[in-house]
């Protein structure tokens, strides 16, 4: 999906987001099904900048800036500085989001919860509080989508959640359409951008 329908507010944007349930594995994927999310973001991620590009994406690099590690932190294109690239995967879905500025993506499957309180402001936890018990965990995972794209993007730090209202999206944030909560396989899922 263009990125330019999603946040129309950032005129003159240029990037593509995806979101897609992975495939049922089977064999060794169907038992580690972290490791096959993950390769098929991955995976995704590459698709999106081999077509943004016009050239095969290499493989992305990462770099933690809080410990230095290669093996995690912000995805990377190498040779390609002025495309930023994020990835998700959760529960059998993937998302992946490739721009001409600093981006994030978040994908969830709806799935029964305990909210965590500390990653609410005070409006959301009254709000989810006054929420129809049946529709608590999908309205708190669309927040949570929200707060981590825009965390991705580098618009906040995860501390800064419980102080982000993502009741609404914002001009830099929007919900990405994908199975509706209540739907069989439901999921949310956001994407940022900063600008």
Do not use: N
């Not at 698709?47 to 995805?75: F, I, K, N, W």
């Not at 006054?130 to 501390?159: C, N, Q």
Request: hydrophobic residues 45%.
């Amino acid at each position: 999906m263009d990125l330019g329908a999603l946040l129309p507010a950032l005129p003159g944007l240029r990037g593509t987001v995806v979101v897609a349930r992975a495939p049922d594995g089977a064999g060794a994927d169907a038992a580690r099904p972290h490791e096959r999310d993950r390769a098929l973001a991955h995976a995704l991620a590459r698709r999106l900048v081999a077509e943004t590009t016009g050239r095969p994406a290499p493989p992305l690099a990462h770099h933690c800036p809080t410990c230095g590690s290669t093996d995690h932190g912000r995805p990377s294109v190498p040779g390609e500085p002025e495309l930023h690239v994020s990835l998700a995967h959760a529960g059998g879905w993937v998302a992946a989001v490739v721009a001409d500025a600093p981006c994030g993506v978040d994908v969830e499957p709806v799935r029964p919860l305990d909210v965590p309180p500390v990653a609410l402001t005070p409006g959301e936890q009254a709000a989810l509080t006054a929420a129809d018990p049946s529709g608590r965990s999908a309205l708190f995972l669309a927040w949570w989508t929200r707060k981590e794209a825009a965390a991705k993007a580098g618009l906040l730090h995860i501390d800064d959640f419980a102080t982000y209202d993502a009741r609404t999206p914002r001009a830099h944030v929007a919900d990405v359409p994908v199975v509706p909560a209540g739907a069989p396989g439901a999921a949310v899922a956001a994407v940022a951008l900063r600008r």
